[in-house]
Each structure stands twice: as structure tokens, then as C-alpha cells.
Nanobody
Framework: QVQLVESGGGLVQAGDSMKLTCEAS??????????MAWFRQTPGKEREFVAA????????LYADFVKDRFAISRDGAENTAYLQMNSLRHEDTAIYYC???????????????WGQGTQVTVSS
């Protein structure tokens, strides 16, 4: 079983940067074979894909609305994934969820493990 814990959310102003962290409780081999992703959700809307990174960091995927602003990365030695968010906009306000799964994908249902989420609020 993999447990994920997000951190790094909070309140920032439009144009600022923020880095989210996702720590996995399973170490070593299990973490390195999982794809990692970030999704986000706002009230009344479905959870939407933000970014994903393949196992061992070989490939990445991004939603069109975050390209060139956000960057996903991972540190296998630390069992940690990151989401660096730059040039934040008010519309980036959401709860951000970390996810891990066996399939590298943009799809919600490809991911088997989810964190509890961290709130990101961007004031305009």
C-alpha cells in the first residue's frame, strides 16, 4: 500500500510561484515503478489533470493550461514528487491532489493511490 501526503499549499498573489511536495510512504522499488501525477479540483467541478511524470522521470505530460508555467519532477531517492508552479493565476485556485499509479496517463482512473489534497489559493 502506498500512502501519499501533499504539502506546500497556501495563499499567494497572482504572478507568484509555489512548490508542492508529495511524499510517498512506500520506499525504494515500489515508488520507482509508479507513475506520479497531480490533479486539481474546485467546488462544483470534476477533478482535472494537471501534470504527470513517468516512472524514473523518463517522460512528462502537462495539461494545456499549465504548459510553460508548471513543472513536475521526482526524486526517487527521497520518494518524493514535486510540482513547481510559476506565474500563478487566480484560476489556478483549487485543491491539488497527488496521485500514483501503474499507468502513466492523463486519466483520473489510471491512478490507484491518492493523497488528501492541499489547498492552493491565488489572489488576484
Amino acid at each position: 500500500q502506498v500512502q501519499l501526503v501533499e504539502s506546500g499549499g497556501g495563499l499567494v498573489q497572482a504572478g507568484d510561484s509555489m512548490k508542492l511536495t508529495c511524499e510517498a510512504s512506500e520506499s525504494g522499488r515500489t515508488f520507482s515503478v509508479l507513475a506520479m501525477a497531480w490533479f486539481r479540483q474546485t467546488p462544483g467541478k470534476e477533478r482535472e489533470f494537471v501534470a504527470a511524470i513517468a516512472r524514473k522521470g523518463g517522460s512528462t505530460l502537462y495539461a494545456d493550461f499549465v504548459k510553460d508555467r508548471f513543472a513536475i519532477s521526482r526524486d526517487g531517492a527521497e520518494n518524493t514528487a514535486y510540482l513547481q508552479m510559476n506565474s500563478l493565476r487566480h484560476e489556478d485556485t483549487a485543491i491539488y491532489y497527488c496521485a500514483a499509479g501503474w499507468i502513466f496517463s492523463r486519466l483520473n482512473n489510471s491512478y490507484n493511490y491518492w493523497g488528501q489534497g492541499t489547498q492552493v489559493t491565488v489572489s488576484s
